[in-house]
């Protein structure tokens, strides 16, 4: 029984969220742009950490359309732990970008920088979020189960309102 109610719950938010959408589709624009933009800020690691090891010549360009072009074989292999086909990739298609010796420490520099300090930003944003909005919720949910006992008890006076 809780588990249908978990579903009808969870059916409902997701009606609610396709509603807002679809009045408010300029939304799906920004979270698009900002996605795109954070895609493209981590192709842009690699880059800056290729320069940091004092190599210049390759363009920008170069670096983060190879660094996308990772990015899209592995999205596109609907394999569990990519991660791990992402590292041979970068280290076969930037080994003769960082060289045989720096190749290594850029792979990882550059997944440590992209992956794992995202990792950590976003539990450290969870836990926060947790903290902070988990009360919030539990106090929206109270709200809306007055809010509908008050409508209830108004259409229940309605209707007697309505029979005098």
């Known amino acids: 029984m809780i588990a249908l ?3 009808d719950g969870a059916m409902d938010e997701y009606q609610k969220t396709a509603e807002y959408l679809k009045n408010h589709p300029g939304v799906v624009g920004i979270v698009f742009l900002i996605t795109c933009l954070q895609r493209v800020a981590l192709f842009f690691v690699t880059y800056f950490v290729y320069r ?4 210049h010549q390759y363009s ?3 670096i983060v359309i190879l660094q996308g ?3 899209v074989a592995v999205d596109m292999l609907p394999l569990p732990g990519g991660m791990g086909i992402s590292e041979k990739l970068f280290s ?3 080994t003769g970008i960082f060289g045989q010796v720096k190749v290594l420490a850029g ?3 550059s997944r440590g920088l992209s992956y ?3 990792l950590l930003i976003s539990a450290v944003m969870t836990v926060a979020a947790q903290l902070f909005l988990g009360n919030e919720k539990e106090h929206r949910e109270k709200i809306s189960e007055k809010l509908k006992t008050i409508q209830e008890k108004g259409k229940g006076y309605e209707r007697k309102r309505g029979n005098s």
């Open 69 to 71: 072009m990772i990015s």
């Open 60 to 62: 920008m360009y170069d």
């Open 107 to 109: 792979l990882i520099l």
């Open 52 to 55: 940091s090891f004092g190599l």
């Open 92 to 94: 076969m298609l930037f």
């Open 116 to 118: 794992y300090t995202e």
């Open 5 to 7: 109610e978990k579903l």
